[in-house]
């Protein structure tokens, strides 16, 4: 493996822990993620701002500065990733502005906006799996957003009741604010859930909520520069039993949106090829990428009789050359195969686990120095850590005996290590790991 590309410190040290790619919006409002989230300037720089962040940041400045845009968002992540990571940009774009104006990205959208800066906005931000009804000090989302906003004494009769405020009073107090208004909701759907058993006289605080909802959908409409954002859970594995009232919680959210607001999705597939490269890599020569790419059609050409016709297309060299320094196999089969099983989040699981081959490659790159790309072959099944990514993190802790029985073991005696003519990644053992990640598709309890 050729080294002209640079991991960061805390990978090539091996020093990842859960939370350099794991936050929870609730855990950045409390100040306690991870230094990269919570510093405005390194989260930029760590950001790859793809086309449809760009575009969501974008639409917020034309809504917040003008007026123009639609007043109401929602993030879908029901096919995707990304959620957290857009409420934490809109949050810094605007609660740290004058640290990221001078950002190249935020200044090209800036500029696409014909806006000369960053408008000053009052901002409510609010994790709903953490503000479970009445074991708060507030009792209502209502409540936490009149504390937020300064403005609680309005509000307290409907809070401690438990009753939605009318909509004329909401749009009062949003224009009393003298600024723009920015409202980001993250779990709103699981916030329902949590509510439903919260009974208030002969309905619960979930369906008063939902009420809540049409009301400050309608102040924020009727409000200039006020915007408010929700985001819609993907498929939650804590959730699954309650999957059906989830679903029609998320159908309620669509329904009372849909005609004042945006539908966004914040990453496409195509966008995880360079989000992977920039969150892991602090260099990466891209003409040495090239090279690779150029160097790996002209072996699929000689070998065209034994491979299928897609790698020998212009796009395929394309893909080689955006993956550098993965083959654009070892992505796909993270993301469309591996992350259908409930326990792997798409984007976070991608970049935890490849956090770990780069670490592993990098610590033995001497012994694998004739690969010019990282292949899924080269997954090290011995790292306890991938070990533990590919087996129990993913509920699949009985495939365990597997891979230490048929594939790699410390001892040398796995099966495909036998046949092996050197001690580390031999080709049988390339071969079995690879089998080993294609089956792994839909492997939970029920179908193995």
């Known amino acids: 493996m050729k080294m002209d590309l640079v991991p960061y410190e805390n ?9 350099s790619f794991v936050v929870s919006f609730f855990s950045f409002l409390n100040g306690n993620a991870d230094p990269m989230y919570q510093d405005p300037q390194k989260f930029f720089k760590l950001t790859h701002m793809t086309r449809n962040l760009q575009g969501i940041l974008g639409e917020s400045l034309e809504r917040l500065g003008t007026g123009k845009a639609k007043p109401l968002m929602i993030i879908d992540t029901t096919f995707g990733g990304g959620k957290t990571h ?5 949050y810094h774009l605007y609660q740290n502005s004058q640290k990221v104006k001078d950002n190249p990205k935020i200044q090209e959208i800036l500029n696409e906006k014909n806006m000369h800066k960053i408008p000053d906005v009052a901002m409510v931000a609010v994790d709903g799996r953490n503000l479970s009804g009445i074991k708060h000090e507030f009792k209502t989302i209502w409540g936490e957003m009149g504390r937020q906003l300064g403005c609680y004494e309005l509000l307290k009769e409907f809070d ?117 490269k920039k969150r892991l890599f602090e260099h990466i020569d891209g003409n040495i990428g090239t090279e690779v790419a150029e160097q790996m059609q002209t072996f699929y050409s000689k070998n065209s009789s034994y491979l299928p016709e897609e790698v020998k297309t212009p796009e395929y060299f394309k893909s080689l050359k955006k993956a550098y320094p993965f083959h654009p196999v070892v992505i796909d089969i993270l993301y469309d195969r591996i992350s259908t099983i409930n326990e792997f989040n798409k984007t976070r699981g991608v970049l935890r686990l490849l956090s770990h081959v780069v670490k592993r490659v990098y610590q033995k790159r001497e012994n694998i120095n004739i690969d010019p790309i990282i292949t899924p072959g080269i997954i090290d099944l011995l790292d306890n850590s991938i070990y533990n990514e590919l087996t129990n993190r993913i ?19 796995a099966r495909a290590q036998v046949l092996e003519p050197v001690t580390y990644m031999g080709p049988n053992v390339r071969i079995a790991t690879t089998i080993y990640l294609y089956t792994l598709i839909g492997s939970t309890k029920e179908y193995s």
């Open 86 to 90: 857009t409420l934490l940009a809109l």
């Open 160 to 276: 401690i009741k438990m009753q939605r405020p009318p909509a004329y009073l909401l749009t009062e107090i949003l224009e009393s604010q003298g600024k723009p208004v920015l409202i980001l909701i993250d779990e709103l759907v699981n916030y329902l859930k949590d509510s439903e058993g919260i009974k208030v006289g002969d309905t619960n605080l979930a369906d008063i909520t939902i009420s809540f909802l049409h009301n400050i959908t309608e102040a924020v409409s009727n409000t200039k520069n006020a915007m408010m954002v929700l985001t819609l859970p993907g498929n939650d594995p804590s959730y699954q039993k309650e999957a059906e009232l989830l679903e029609k919680y998320k159908e309620h959210v669509r329904s009372i949106i849909a005609r004042e607001g945006s539908f966004v999705v914040p990453l496409k597939k195509d966008d995880i090829y360079t989000i992977v």
């Open 11 to 19: 990978i090539k040290n091996g020093n990842i822990t859960e939370n």
């Open 395 to 413: 509920d699949c802790g009985e495939f365990q005996n597997v891979i230490r029985t048929d594939i790699v073991n410390d001892e040398h005696k």
